[in-house]
DNA sequence: CTGAAAGCGCTTACAG
DNA sequence: CTGAAAGCGCTTACAG
């Protein structure tokens, strides 16, 4: 009953031809005459051949694989991020061939993907949130396994594509500024995330291109949990800020809580924006001022770029990509 | 610079023994003196050497590669499912030496999935939310690609592998009715879910073993949008009902606001429970009655049974895993 | 216990 | 334009 997968030999037996032509007509590479290729095309539509990736990639010491390291200990709010990062990494991958294995790295724990890589199945690889020490950049560095980080990497060195929070960050706070609205408090989440980094020299740059002063006992960094967050936010509130900015949308949810348990109006009392949109803040009554990024664009672009590298092309160490400032409700005077 | 990867022929050359011999020390098969596998080891581990995974499948007819099959179009709610559960399933394939290759489906296109059979990339696949005809498992079928369903599937000859959602239904239902809570409401989202199916049989069943009546208007099945779950929570409330059970954690988070929003108090108007726990209720007050699966434990059960299919060991068609009642303030009387 | 040899299904110089 | 042959790095009957 079953058909046993066709081979190339095969092919070459029942087309009376050598496997090497069979081999040349799908590949399109190499001289070969009009006639013979499609009849070899001819056959293998009919039988819906298909070469086995495996065999391939041993002859040509390739596995067309590519891993996608993601944290295990991601909050469940960055879900959507990796989500829609791997989409966009598997949906060009796919197109070039190439398949998409997920390699789970527990805080400290890199032993899926050195086994990766230690047992070549990889091309190449994919980083997804990369801290100032990264592990799995360093590891990769070290043993010449090309890589693309999916945001920025500490390390110029690193191919690294990602959105520009930088200027994003910058853009949205000067927003705010030529409004009218000064005193603005930012409340961020670790500091050893790059993008955060990233996120907090853009609002101070903003303060500092537009000359106002910018008060920074407002300014709270490595807020890591709710309890903190709240705390912070009754601080802002003392200090009669006009406006919080959460550095992403998870800190941006837990200080809309708080201020709606409190009581606040928004944005008559107090204005609020993000500098990350997503669903959480998407349901949100008043809509939230918000940063946005095409994440699955990012994971597309990542991909291309990772495939180019391992096929050597030229390709830039760095590659910034757009946002999108969505001014609503929230910060309205 | 780069010290080229060494190959078993490296070892026998550097060891003076045959590479058959060094095969066989490294896979522990065939019978090989305790000297020589010592040697052959020592080597192995000063040099770090790792068998090419590729070379090895295609000598084995293997790939050594499971997919993970993801509907693209889940809603975000269910992304604390699917990454639990491909944890689990990585984490135990790791463990037996397969990695893990993600195949993205989008509704009603399965080529990613295709591809993969096609090109002889993956030895097996994990289903990951079946419905009743479903497609991937259809296809499966059909070219004799071994494969598991997380979650039930319709079929009973698809291997699967799931949480008792009937039994966890019907207990909550039933410690709710014993605790006097007769005019129980159901908000279910789509029907042609397995678990839904499910999940409604568990709610009917603990009412006919109570023999209580069961006010059939109080079900609202096949509701889809946020929009649809707050009518239903109106005419809910009309009919005087005195417990609302969501099917899952999505519906029951919009069921939660809208009752915020008119002003009623859980558990003293109305009490509300969930028939799925996720990060979405955790944090809500008052603490929801839910019932709590081990989700990364099903994806670890899954993968084992699908390396065992495909090892061609007995395993049972059928695997039915545990549940938790978490009764909470929610539904207190 | 050990090895020579064939084979897994492709690709690719090399020669014609 | 086409083919014979070697090679990718393993495994595994088969023979000793």
């Not at 601080?235 to 708080?258: P, R, T």
């Not at 030229?314 to 590659?319: D, G, H, L, S």
Request: glycine share 4%.
């Amino acid at each position: 009953m079953e058909t046993k997968k066709k081979t190339i030999d095969d092919i070459a037996r029942d087309l009376q031809i050598s496997k090497t032509t069979v081999s040349r007509a799908i590949s399109g590479k190499g001289r070969i005459s009009e006639e013979t290729r499609r009849r070899v095309l001819a056959y293998i539509n009919e039988y819906n051949y298909r070469p086995s990736a495996i065999a391939k990639g041993l002859a040509k010491s390739k596995t067309f694989n590519i891993a996608f390291v993601m944290p295990g200990d991601y909050s469940s709010s960055d879900l959507p991020f990796f989500q829609k990062c791997m989409w966009g990494i598997s949906r060009t991958a796919s197109r070039m061939d190439y398949d998409l294995i997920v390699s789970m790295v527990e805080e400290g724990d890199i032993s899926q993907l050195v086994r990766l890589v230690d047992r070549q199945k990889i091309d190449g690889v994919i980083l997804s949130r990369t801290t100032e020490k990264d592990e799995p950049a360093a590891y990769l560095l070290a043993n010449q396994i090309p890589f693309v980080a999916a945001g920025s990497a500490a390390e110029e060195m690193i191919i690294q594509v990602d959105n520009d929070h930088f200027s994003a960050c910058k853009e949205l706070t000067s927003i705010l500024i030529y409004k009218g609205i000064r005193r603005i408090a930012l409340i961020g989440g670790s500091n050893s995330y790059i993008v955060n980094q990233k996120r907090l020299m853009g609002f101070r740059e903003a303060f500092m291109q537009a000359g106002v002063f910018l008060d920074s006992s407002l300014i709270y960094t490595d807020v890591e949990n709710p309890a903190r967050i709240e705390s912070a936010v009754e601080e802002i509130l003392e200090k009669k800020a006009e406006c919080i900015i959460a550095m992403d949308d998870s800190i941006c949810s837990h200080v809309l809580s708080k201020l709606s348990r409190d009581h606040y109006r928004i944005p008559e009392d107090i204005k609020v924006a993000s500098f990350y949109n997503s669903s959480l803040l998407e349901q949100h009554q008043p809509a939230i001022t918000a940063l946005n990024f095409d994440v699955t664009e990012l994971g597309m672009v990542c991909c291309s770029t990772l495939l180019d590298a391992i096929d050597k092309k030229e390709i830039n160490r760095k590659t910034l990509l757009g946002y999108e400032v969505l001014m609503k409700e929230s910060t309205q005077k």
